[in-house]
């Protein structure tokens, strides 16, 4: 095995201060952790609520579509999925056309919790598009970009 050379303190910084993914990753914390504080009131989590509202369809919608939806695999989906059935809030129902699809649904209960989250999380999500640059655009640019990623 050769060896190589170390990895000096300037290098380090320069990763600290351009990595895309390090930024990407202490915002969606930080942004996590804001939600959080925002949704505990009503027992879920930020990510509780994406999922509550990712299920807020017509029609009940099959685990992979919503996985996608989530940018999540399937078995982290699942165990995501787990603590809200035990509350109550999301029900497994059968594809009527396809006994093999699971679909998920949210339940009255699950309904309720979203209505009272949803008015917090437009307060939450108003506070942060004022704090971004170019909040004129009302966070426009940034989703745009991130989005660009996906």
Same mark, same amino acid.
């Given at each position: 095995?050769?060896?190589? *050379? ?23 914390? @930080?942004?996590? %952790? ?6 505990? /009131?009503?027992? =879920?989590? $930020? ?6 509202? @990712?299920?807020?369809? #017509?029609?009940? /919608?099959?685990?992979?579509?919503? @996985? ?5 695999? !399937?078995?982290? #989906?699942?165990?995501?999925?787990? /603590? ?6 999301? @029900? *497994?129902?059968?594809? *009527? %056309? ?29 506070? =942060?598009?004022? $704090? ?7 966070? !426009?640019?940034?989703?745009?970009? #991130?989005?660009?990623?996906?």
């Amino acid at each position: 095995m050769s060896k190589r *050379p170390a990895v000096t303190t300037k290098e380090t910084h320069f990763v600290r201060d351009h990595c895309l993914c390090l930024a990407a990753q202490r915002a969606a914390r @930080a942004l996590s %952790r804001r939600f959080d504080e925002a949704f505990r /009131p009503f027992g =879920i989590t $930020s990510g509780q609520f994406s999922l509550l509202n @990712a299920l807020n369809r #017509l029609e009940p /919608p099959p685990l992979g579509a919503v @996985a996608r939806l989530l940018a999540m695999d !399937r078995t982290t #989906l699942t165990a995501n999925l787990k /603590p809200l059935e035990r509350r109550g809030l999301v @029900a *497994p129902v059968a594809d *009527p %056309r396809d006994r093999r699809v699971r679909r998920l649904a949210l339940t009255p209960t699950g309904r309720e919790v979203l209505a009272e989250a949803l008015p917090v999380w437009r307060t939450v999500h108003a506070e =942060i598009d004022l $704090s971004v640059p170019n909040a004129e655009d009302g966070g !426009r640019t940034l989703r745009e970009g #991130l989005a660009a990623l996906l």
